[in-house]
């Protein structure tokens, strides 16, 4: 499986990624965008299986990509890792199409939760 | 039937060593976080991340600010770099620091939600300097220790119409 990762912070990006790892996902390929304007050419250019993807950011925010990406009925999984998650934000993000809605600080164990039934 | 209390700026304060606390043992791994004193004054000379808060009722930034090498060591702590790791870069100390920051602001809004639901946050700016005081800003401060490491978290309240239009207060080099 193919998972992008997007975040404006190069710091967090690492974080997702030695997440990933740690909660047994280390084999599958992962990419980066900073954003959502970067994060849509990756998707156009090449389909990733999922994207995991930060909600505040320049340039485009992780509502606007993924509403771009069903608009465009790319057909990739598509769940936020943000710091924020009112049950505003999660009842958005799901309407929106989002699968799931991580909120930091995360954990492990929640990393695995939200990813195993789609992942598997 | 009344609605919510507006909040003070003890209200802020409060949730955000509870967000510090949060941030502190949940993506830091540290033990917590003890309050050492309060203050009602910004500090001098410290360096730390700014993100603005904004909502119907307040103009705000939260910050954690401390000495340049304790940022060093709590952006190291986020990566899960140590002390034998080289120091971060300037952009990648900013980015690390800033991140904390950023969540400690959602975990802040979350736990305000109820009393404010139209809480919306900015993005993360690091400031290796100090505030200056004006007309119209109010503040509060909390010294905390995290771990082994002395940090200030900081509330800045703008008050007067048009900064908080604009959101924006002067930093000035330290």
């Given at each position: 499986?193919?998972?992008?990762?997007?975040?404006?912070s190069?710091a967090?990006?690492a974080?997702?990624m030695?997440?990933?790892?740690q909660?047994?996902?280390?084999?599958?390929?992962v990419?980066?965008?900073?954003n959502?304007?970067?994060?849509?050419?990756?998707?156009?250019?090449?389909a990733?299986?999922?994207?995991?993807?930060?909600?505040?950011m320049?340039?485009?925010n992780?509502?606007?990509l993924?509403?771009?990406?069903?608009?465009?009925?790319?057909?990739v999984?598509?769940g936020?890792v943000?710091s924020?998650?009112s049950?505003?934000?999660?009842k958005t993000?799901?309407e929106?199409g989002?699968?799931?809605?991580?909120?930091?600080p995360?954990?492990?164990?929640?990393?695995?939760?939200a990813?195993d039934?789609?992942i598997? | 039937?009344?609605g919510?209390?507006?909040?003070?700026l003890?209200?802020?304060?409060d949730?955000l060593?509870?967000?510090?606390?949060?941030v502190?043992?949940?993506a830091?791994g540290?033990?917590g976080?003890k309050?050492?004193?309060?203050?009602?004054?910004?500090p001098?000379?410290?360096?730390?991340?700014?993100l603005a808060?904004?909502?119907?009722q307040?103009?705000?930034?939260?910050?954690l600010?401390?000495r340049i090498?304790?940022?060093?060591t709590?952006?190291?702590?986020l990566?899960?770099?140590?002390?034998?790791?080289?120091?971060l870069?300037?952009a990648d100390?900013a980015?690390a620091?800033?991140e904390?920051?950023n969540?400690?602001?959602?975990?802040l809004?979350?736990?305000?939600?109820?009393?404010?639901?139209t809480m919306?946050?900015?993005?993360p700016?690091?400031i290796?300097?100090?505030?200056?005081?004006s007309?119209?800003?109010s503040?509060?401060?909390?010294?905390?220790?995290?771990?082994s490491?002395?940090?200030?978290a900081?509330i800045?309240?703008t008050?007067?119409?048009r900064a908080?239009?604009?959101?924006?207060?002067?930093?000035v080099p330290?």
């Amino acid at each position: 499986m193919r998972i992008l990762i997007v975040d404006d912070s190069k710091a967090m990006r690492a974080i997702v990624m030695r997440t990933l790892r740690q909660a047994g996902y280390g084999d599958h390929k992962v990419e980066e965008a900073g954003n959502g304007v970067e994060a849509l050419k990756a998707i156009r250019a090449s389909a990733p299986d999922l994207v995991l993807c930060d909600w505040n950011m320049p340039e485009m925010n992780g509502l606007e990509l993924l509403q771009a990406i069903r608009a465009e009925r790319a057909p990739v999984k598509f769940g936020f890792v943000t710091s924020e998650g009112s049950p505003e934000m999660r009842k958005t993000a799901k309407e929106s199409g989002a699968l799931f809605l991580i909120a930091k600080p995360f954990t492990v164990d929640g990393f695995r939760a939200a990813l195993d039934p789609v992942i598997s | 039937m009344t609605g919510p209390q507006p909040l003070s700026l003890r209200d802020w304060l409060d949730a955000l060593v509870a967000a510090t606390e949060e941030v502190a043992v949940c993506a830091l791994g540290l033990d917590g976080v003890k309050v050492l004193e309060l203050r009602d004054q910004p500090p001098v000379g410290l360096a730390g991340s700014y993100l603005a808060v904004l909502s119907d009722q307040a103009s705000v930034h939260v910050a954690l600010v401390a000495r340049i090498e304790d940022c060093q060591t709590l952006g190291k702590t986020l990566l899960a770099l140590g002390p034998e790791d080289p120091p971060l870069a300037p952009a990648d100390l900013a980015d690390a620091f800033g991140e904390i920051v950023n969540i400690l602001a959602g975990s802040l809004k979350s736990k305000l939600a109820d009393r404010d639901a139209t809480m919306r946050l900015g993005l993360p700016i690091f400031i290796n300097g100090h505030i200056t005081p004006s007309p119209g800003l109010s503040t509060a401060t909390a010294r905390l220790k995290l771990g082994s490491i002395e940090a200030e978290a900081m509330i800045l309240r703008t008050s007067d119409r048009r900064a908080r239009k604009a959101g924006e207060f002067l930093a000035v080099p330290g």
